[in-house]
Antibody, heavy 119, light 107 residues
Framework: EVQLVESGGGLVQPGGSLRLACAASGFTFSSYSMNWVRQAPGKGPEWLSYISHRSRTIYYGDSVKGRFTISRDDAKKSLYLQMNSLRAEDTAMYYC????????????WGQGTPVTVSS | DIQMTQSPSSLSASLGDRVTITCQAYQDISSSLNWYQQKPGKAPKLLIYGASNLETGVPSRFSGSGSGTYFTFTINSLQPADFATYYCQQYDSFPWTFGQGTKVEIK
């Protein structure tokens, strides 16, 4: 069974940093590209970042480019999102996702980890 | 960025009704479109991929069609489990983008 379990969310002040982690199991993590997607309260999902297998290709959404960094550790079967210079508008539920859009035919999301940016 | 415009933003329907949601892309995205269902407090669930392909295990009352810039999503014979919010998502080019959602409520 595929499982994606996010951690690392919480309350942070504007301008602060957080590092999210996603522990993957139930599939060959190293063979798949991975994504981070967030959803602000009452809003639709917003795709944030993509990392290919072997980390060869990385993409970011415009709203986080230059502030967030995606990375992965295949030995630990883990995905990360380093978030710097956080703003109030970054407040959202953050999901780790294995998306069908990447072309590998499966679509799985974690349960999400909440991030609140507030003073 | 490719903007996705969904309509309507919400609708009220009765059990057994046929419901149709549309999604328009700002530019040609071929068939690179997915449809998701989301219930409160849960992650989105993929229903349709490649504009018209039913994800494994998804009931056949759900269907999708379209290509290029105009897409439709249909629920035939609305069931209690179908009251949720639905999103389209384009994956023709990065950044991947979602529509703003359509909330399907009970009339």
């Amino acid at each position: 069974e595929v499982q994606l379990v996010e951690s690392g969310g919480g309350l942070v002040q504007p301008g602060g940093s957080l590092r999210l982690a996603c522990a993957a199991s139930g599939f060959t993590f190293s063979s798949y590209s991975m994504n981070w997607v967030r959803q602000a309260p009452g809003k639709g999902p917003e795709w944030l970042s993509y990392i290919s297998h072997r980390s060869r290709t990385i993409y970011y959404g415009d709203s986080v480019k230059g502030r967030f960094t995606i990375s992965r550790d295949d030995a630990k079967k883990s995905l990360y999102l380093q978030m710097n210079s956080l703003r109030a508008e970054d407040t959202a539920m953050y999901y780790c996702a294995l998306l069908a859009a990447a072309g590998h035919g499966v679509d799985y999301w974690g349960q999400g980890t909440p991030v609140t940016v507030s003073s | 960025d490719i903007q996705m415009t969904q309509s309507p933003s919400s609708l009220s329907a009765s059990l057994g009704d046929r419901v149709t949601i549309t999604c328009q892309a700002y530019q040609d995205i071929s068939s690179s479109l997915n449809w998701y269902q989301q219930k409160p407090g849960k992650a989105p669930k993929l229903l349709i991929y490649g504009a018209s392909n039913l994800e494994t295990g998804v009931p056949s009352r759900f269907s999708g069609s379209g290509s290029g810039t105009y897409f439709t999503f249909t629920i035939n014979s609305l069931q209690p489990a179908d009251f949720a919010t639905y999103y389209c998502q384009q994956y023709d080019s990065f950044p991947w983008t979602f529509g703003q959602g359509t909330k399907v409520e009970i009339k």
